[in-house]
């Protein structure tokens, strides 16, 4: 597969780094380093599929041009559209056209992530009450000194949007019932601290997410029925340990086994690797859960501007 990386920042090195011998060239309207200003110069016939690691704003006319191309994107998370049937045409065009049009959320790939996913659909923990994530870095200053990260809802949809995936990941559906229960502009003019919070989804969830943890971390912790489980750090930052409780009955100290792990972050290689085969096995687009998390940033995301405002 023939690959072309469009932004060449921070993500774009990465995906370029990862796609090895897929690499064919890089477009960037203002790294001198790219090779093209504008994918539209890329001759069609040197590429089969883009990475795309753009801001949110350009995303949907980039992929009006190359999913109408025929041509396989892996877009940068979230896939932010103006309004939802904007979406829903991106996907009907995919369809059309046979391209697969991919949204990266990488931390699916964490492997305590597949294993807490393999878990909670085993049923051995029984029926889940509740399930806290916290993900914070420590990245106020910087996203504060880049015009187009530091505007809107801020850290919501750049870590909420994992964390929602994720939820969905593990629980399935769930719904629209999240809301915001505090937001602050501590150090930025956009928030840079979110609460989510959800009763009425099943499990109830508790989301937060900073700009200012200053240490990188990410915690979870799901209390259910016949134990608990739990997360502490991402493969990135380790090490990285899962944790499972299983419930001793009337009361007493839980049976507990440990898992952890030291090592580089496999994530953005397997989720390549995921993303090639699903491209080479035709599989048809589906933005459902792109439509779902757009219309729910949006009302979150309004919700979090006036509540860090007011």
Known sequence: MRVVVVGLGIQGHKRRRIAGPDYVCSVDPANVEADYRKIEDVPPGTYDSVLLCVPDEPKVPLLRYLLG????????????AAADAEIVTLEHLARRTGAVCYTAYNHRFEPHYVRMRNLVRSGVLGKIYRCRMFYGNGTARLVRESPWRDHGAGVLPDLGSHLLDTAKYWFGDLGEGLQVMSAACYENRA????????????????????????????????????????????????????????????SGRPLESNETLEQEDPTWALEYAHFKQICESGAETDLSNDLWLNRLLRDLGDAAVRVATK
């Open 191 to 250: 928030p840079d601290h979110v609460v989510l919070g959800a009763q009425t989804t099943s499990p109830e969830l508790e989301l937060e997410m900073t700009l200012l943890s200053w240490r990188n971390h990410f915690t979870c912790d799901i209390l259910a029925e016949n134990g608990s489980a739990h997360i502490s750090s991402l493969c990135k930052w380790g090490p990285t340990t899962f944790t499972h409780r299983t419930r001793v009955l009337p």
């Open 69 to 80: 191309l025929g041509k396989h994107v892996l877009v940068e998370k979230p896939l932010w």
